[in-house]
Every structure is written in C-alpha cells, then in structure tokens.
T-cell receptor, first 111, second 115 residues
C-alpha cells in the first residue's frame, strides 16, 4: 500500500481558509486520493476523493498536483466544528475497499 | 448519523474472556469493514466482508474472527482477551466491495476495556 506523509498538526483561525497538505510520492496510476476526518469521540467521516482533477463538494475542495505526488485539502472557511484529525489515504482500484490510515493531521481551529 | 449502528457502545471485561461486537451496516450496503483504534497503533484495518464472503484481511489476530450474516449484519468475535486488546473498534460499510470511489460510512464505535 502506497504511503502518505502529512504534518502532525496545524492551526487555523475560525472563518479563515485552511490548506492541509499531503505528500504521496510513491502514488501509482490507479491510486485514488481519499480524505477522511475524525472528530473527537466519533468514527471517521468521508470528506472527499479524487484521481487527477481537482474536486469540489459541499465540505471541501481537493487540489491535486499535476504529477499527483502531492495533494491539498482545502477547507474554505474553517469553523470550530472542523477541528479534527484529517487523514489522507491512497486507495487503489483493486477488489477491496480497505482503508490504510496513517497518523493524520490534527487541525486545531481557534475562535 | 451515518446509518451504521454498533452495539454495545461500551464493553468492560477481564483478561481471558471472549466478547462479540455487533455491526449493522447502512441499508443497501453490502460491504462491512472492521477497524481497531488504539493509542499506540492508530486506526488499523482488520477485516472486510462483502455480501457474506471475506474480501480482505488486515492485521487481525488469530484470536479474533468475524462473520457477515445473510441479513448483512456482522459480528467481530474477540477471544482470550489481553490488556492490549483494549481499544475502540469501528465498523464501516459501503455499497460495494472495493473499487475506487465509494465512501465508507463509519459507526460510532465500541469501546472495549480489558481489565
């Protein structure tokens, strides 16, 4: 399973944009980039995923580098509720859906 | 609310005992996944079932076993429990068995404490 590297922690101010980076230099052509987050005392929650093109949904945007060796999760206006651990995960298109979690980035949002 | 239910919410037991954790997936989801989250190991994939059949295995100990029933609910059985098995156990479900796109929906977890 290809690995990802994320900063251990980041801080943001409420209502400001947040850019969470992820490096995945060993990504293969069939790996999709998935982001999940885990709020305190809850199970992980899907955020967004993409392959090559940038993606937007109601929760966030995903910017993928042209060489796909890195990506950035963008929260456009952080709220206190966005304080969580964010996981960047590579999923291949094999016949299983297992998620291999790394250490993730702990995002702190200050009021 | 993800639609995935897990019971019990908390479980306290003694070393050497056996417990069963239960998971009901979202309506229509055929895959069930089990994950373990401990302070030292983080979130680890244990096992996946798809429509009653084992699909993938991760770092699951031999003392642990799982199954998925015809109604698609799943049970994770943990036996000969050790102190180190104390952890949060999450169940997740997805529509299909793999591929690239489908998100997993996680339940609230079962907190297991082994004394």
């Amino acid at each position: 399973d290809a690995k990802t590297t994320q900063p251990n922690s980041m801080e943001s101010n409420e209502e400001e944009p947040v850019h969470l980076p992820c490096n995945h230099s060993t990504i293969s052509g069939t790996d999709y980039i998935h982001w999940y987050r885990q709020l305190p005392s809850q199970g992980p929650e899907y955020v967004i995923h993409g392959l090559t093109s940038n993606v937007n949904n109601r929760m966030a945007s995903l910017a993928i580098a042209e060489d796909r060796k890195s990506s950035t999760l963008i929260l456009h206006r952080a709220t206190l509720r966005d304080a969580a651990v964010y996981y960047c995960i590579l999923r291949d298109s094999s016949n299983t859906g297992k998620l291999i979690f790394g250490q993730g980035t702990t995002l702190q949002v200050k009021p | 609310d993800s639609g995935v239910t897990q019971t019990p919410k908390h479980l306290i037991t003694a070393t050497g005992q056996r417990v069963t954790l239960r998971c009901s997936p979202r309506s229509g989801d055929l895959s069930v996944y089990w994950y373990q989250q401990s302070l030292d190991q983080g979130l680890q994939f244990l096992i996946q079932y798809y429509n009653g059949e084992e699909r993938a295995k991760g770092n699951i100990l031999e003392r642990f076993s799982a199954q998925q029933f015809p109604d698609l609910h799943s049970e994770l059985n943990l036996s000969s429990l050790e102190l180190g098995d104390s952890a949060l156990y999450f169940c997740a479900s997805s529509v299909d068995g793999g591929g690239w796109g489908n998100e997993q929906f996680f339940g609230p977890g079962t907190r297991l404490t082994v004394l």
